[in-house]
């Protein structure tokens, strides 16, 4: 069941078989180090989020240029990734269930792991499987600063929750998972920037009720690509999760251009590659990849390369194409990069990201959590 | 990178591990029955789809209930068909390039494989490609007979490249590949039946002029799921493409109950099994399977057993849920049975059918083909 990969290390980057994820290493490269000196600026730490990338060759480069670990929303990805060799792991999501508590509380017998709460019963029942294990497990507080997902209410309830954490035998309570995932997507930078001072008092609210009660937050952590400039610098967070700017995308791509957007300097690192395989009229084609290739909930992918030339409909296999009058030439077994709408979950189609650099396949990296969905 | 199944044989349906892609056994097998009798009423055959399930699992019960064969889209579902020892496959779409089409020619000296066209260079590629392996391939000429993607107009332009066929040395020209995608989705059954009617007339003013140019089509193939009872009935078509009818989905649902249809007897046997990870508020829960788990290319899934409960909105790994005033008690680890809106893609994100009967895992399945792309 493990898939070959669609390309060979050394070959030229025009022969790999298609679709297949291209990552530009030199866009890559220079994202990563970008983040880590922007990070370091702001005197904060970062905590990559491995849903994008579910990788642990990405993981460990992300570390090896600045990053503290790992966070993830899977047991299986944490798995993926300690097996990898990557010691520090938050979970930054809630684990219910018997069978993959015990598998948590297994991988902190390997690792430093940390986990996510928004219910007293749950923090029980890790503990008790913490205690099936002899392990040790940090425990974040999630709550709700915007996006209306999960969470505690925050103040008074998340306090409440804390306690119960710190109470518990196996457990040590780790701070907050503060994470405004809708504020990511608004497009205009000061619209993003009222989401996150909105979210940010909120946060310091609970902080402050917390230390009132005794309860010191090692971690107050969270952030995406698209708000950590106005997280790092508020003084109130001081671990981010930004996961996707080592890639980026179509859709964060929308919130560029913006003044005073810090991340308008990352570069798009993340392809995927297609065929023209049929091309019944002139001013159609169509491409090797629909939305088994690159995922649609956030739109449909680009066109990297070609003038006048539009992804105007995918399928489960096909891409349509349509060609404008100053569309080039488009013959059988072209190769079209794709700019996907949203890298992770394109990723977590794949198993094979194909490193490419001056034309050429340099490294090949497994995608080694795609479907480690429990 | 094998992910591990989130079940194992034995255990109570209620214990696997979430999200998972359960196949409610009995239901499957009365869709795999029901159709077989259906096919075998009209005297045509039946070449399932393997695009939907991408099992030989699958496959090899398909065809004990009297299919001839598969098909697919892609040369490597074709290869895990192969594997698993089905022996007849059509790929059932244009395969373009010399890495695939080496891969597809290297199959022939396996299985009867067949491959579609609606290009002169193509042919003479594949051609090339059975040469080199010493191999036979049956072609077919796809023809566009309203679905705005692949195919060659129907009539003159579909001769001129059967005759290439034809005259290839290693090609045989087997017939037309007539599928009318769109119509699939038509919700009127009076309007669906328009549609198909009217790419009956052009297969057969399609075939006559193959038929006067010495070219007979031992296959005239198509149809999917939603028009399948039109082809069978037309007298032109002689083989079924219909795959989604093992599994169903809500997409397909939304067919069901026009007077007329025949397959409003399939009965849903594919779900996404998911947990209920957090319940923020008294209204509102979420369950671990977001886009990641249940594909929402067709719509968000439904909940299939619930009142009053609604799939609201999906993330990455988060479907968001709406408790309303009728919806029964919900709390954290409750499991909860999703209706894929679109049953191909969802397979599509999963490593494992769980199949269960009597509320027991009675076996496991590998999408064997998951991600087999290229």
Not at 179 to 192: L, M
């Amino acid at each position: 069941m493990t898939i070959r990969p669609p390309a060979e290390i050394g070959m030229a980057a025009d022969d790999v078989d298609t679709p297949a994820l291209l990552v530009d290493l030199d866009a890559f490269e220079h994202n990563v180090a970008l983040m880590a000196k922007m990070v370091a600026s702001f005197g904060v730490n970062h905590r990559p989020h491995a849903k994008t990338h579910k990788s642990a060759d990405v993981a460990r480069r992300q570390i090896a240029a600045g990053a503290v670990g790992q966070c993830c929303q899977k047991v299986g990805e944490a798995e993926v990734l300690v097996a990898g060799g990557i010691q520090d792991v938050l979970v930054s999501n809630q684990i219910v269930g018997t069978r993959k508590l015990n598998r948590l509380a297994a991988l902190a017998k390997q690792a430093r792991i940390g986990v996510c709460v928004d219910d007293a019963g749950n923090v029980e029942d890790i503990n008790a499987a913490a205690q099936r294990f002899g392990a040790k497990i940090e425990v974040l507080v999630e709550i709700d600063i915007g996006a209306g997902r999960c969470g505690v209410v925050p103040g008074k309830a998340a306090v409440e929750l804390a306690k119960r954490i710190d109470a518990a035998s196996n457990l040590s309570f780790g701070g907050l998972q503060a994470y405004q995932g809708r504020a990511q997507h608004i497009r205009g930078h000061g619209e993003r920037k009222v989401a996150i001072d909105k979210a940010g008092a909120l946060v310091k609210e609970t902080v402050d009720q917390l230390s009132a009660a005794g309860l010191a937050c090692r971690l107050v952590t969270g952030a995406g690509t698209g708000t950590f400039q106005f997280e790092a610098g508020s003084g109130i967070w001081n671990e981010l999760q930004a996961g996707s700017y080592c890639f980026m995308d179509a859709d964060y791509a929308l919130n560029l251009g913006e003044e005073g957007e810090f991340f308008d300097t990352f570069r798009q690192s993340l392809f995927v590659l297609a065929t023209v395989m049929s091309h019944p009229a002139k001013d159609r084609a169509v491409l090797d990849a629909g939305h088994k290739a690159a995922s649609i909930d956030s739109g449909l992918p680009r066109i990297a390369d070609l003038a006048d030339v539009t992804y105007s409909g995918a399928s489960d296999e096909h891409g349509s194409l349509v060609l404008g009058p100053g569309a080039p030439d488009i013959k059988l077994g072209d190769k079209v990069r794709l700019i996907p709408s949203h890298c992770d979950p394109t990723v977590n189609l794949h198993d094979w990201y194909v490193g490419v650099r001056g034309g050429v396949v340099e490294t090949l990296w497994p995608v080694g959590a795609r479907g480690a969905a429990f």
